[in-house]
């Protein structure tokens, strides 16, 4: 057990101490940052999240407005709502807690959130613009990611960096990261061949599948930094990882636990997105 543990659960903390002080002053100004959260039917995991986010507001002080839909809400109305949001100046920020019931189009909804509040980074305007390497916010989850590595000390410049899972919210965001940072990044799926052998490969190796605990030690090259995205509920209710925690902690230099690792982070992230976006629609 020789990793160094990246504790997101702390270092979110200190991220959400400044941005706290950083709203207040903006409250002075007359600016106080709104985050819209809009979450529809009744999936205790999105419940879960959706009240951390809630949590986070008030400790920071944007104010949340939250819209708890009935799960047969048509798309339409859904869409309806998001457009009266995006016309509303005391929200700066808006989030669709996915996932979305299955007759409603995900795409239709996300697009449909002014770039300009899309705190979660998700619309095409702002993943495109992440592509070109002009980001106006960064991907929640692959920004927490950058913070967490920063804490080991080490530079990413030149590192050899593998992340596993190409998904529009964490892989393929978290790989733009990394390659701007100068990393050398092998994105990895379901179809690669030899995928411990490529992990074998990695300095950095950022697990985001969404299989418990299918990385195990033996796919880490000594001294790695590896961050767990996964959170996987188990049968008998315990919440693991993408990678297997002891064997990993016994070969990495560094490991982020879960929970109390990424998600935090992701967290604090949406958090920075929202005060961004309230100094851009007010031009302070
Ligand atoms: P998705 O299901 O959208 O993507 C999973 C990715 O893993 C896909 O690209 C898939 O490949 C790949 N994959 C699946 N099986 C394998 C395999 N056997 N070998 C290699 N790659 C494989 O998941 P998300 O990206 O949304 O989430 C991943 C995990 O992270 C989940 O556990 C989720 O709960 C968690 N998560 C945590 C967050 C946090 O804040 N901590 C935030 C977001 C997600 P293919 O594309 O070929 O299907």
Request: with cysteine.
């Amino acid at each position: 057990m020789g990793a160094k543990i990246l504790n997101g659960t702390e270092l979110s903390k200190a991220v959400k101490q400044e941005l706290g002080e950083e709203v207040r002053e903006m409250v002075q100004r007359g600016v106080q940052p709104g985050l819209a959260v809009i979450i529809v039917g009744d999936d205790p995991a999105s419940r879960v999240y959706v009240n951390n986010k809630k949590k986070a507001c008030q400790e920071i002080g944007i104010a949340s407005f939250e819209y708890a839909l009935d799960a047969n809400i048509k798309e339409k109305e859904l869409i309806d709502l998001i457009n009266v949001l995006n016309k509303d100046a005391k929200v700066n920020g808006i989030l669709v807690q996915l996932p979305l019931p299955r007759h409603i189009n995900e795409e239709n909804v996300l697009y449909a959130i002014d770039p300009g509040k899309d705190a979660d980074c998700f619309h095409p305007s702002n993943a495109g613009r992440l592509m070109i390497g002009n980001p106006m916010f960064m991907p929640c989850t692959p920004a927490g990611i950058i913070e967490l590595i920063n804490l080991t000390g080490i530079d990413i410049q030149g590192k050899e960096c593998v992340v596993v899972g190409r998904s529009n919210i964490v892989g393929k965001p978290m790989s733009m990261l990394l390659l701007a940072k100068n990393g050398t990044v092998t994105v990895c799926h379901s179809k690669t061949r030899d995928l411990p052998e490529i992990c074998r490969r990695a300095d950095v190796l950022v697990a985001a599948i969404g299989k418990p605990e299918f990385i195990k030690g033996s796919f880490i090259k000594p001294g790695a930094v590896v961050i767990d995205v996964g959170m996987n509920r188990l049968e008998n209710k315990k919440l693991v990882g993408d990678v297997e925690y002891a064997s990993a902690c016994e070969v990495a230099s560094a490991i982020t636990p879960v929970p109390g690792g990424v998600g935090p982070m992701t967290i604090a992230m949406l958090m920075r997105n929202t005060v961004k976006a309230a100094r851009l629609q007010n031009g302070i």
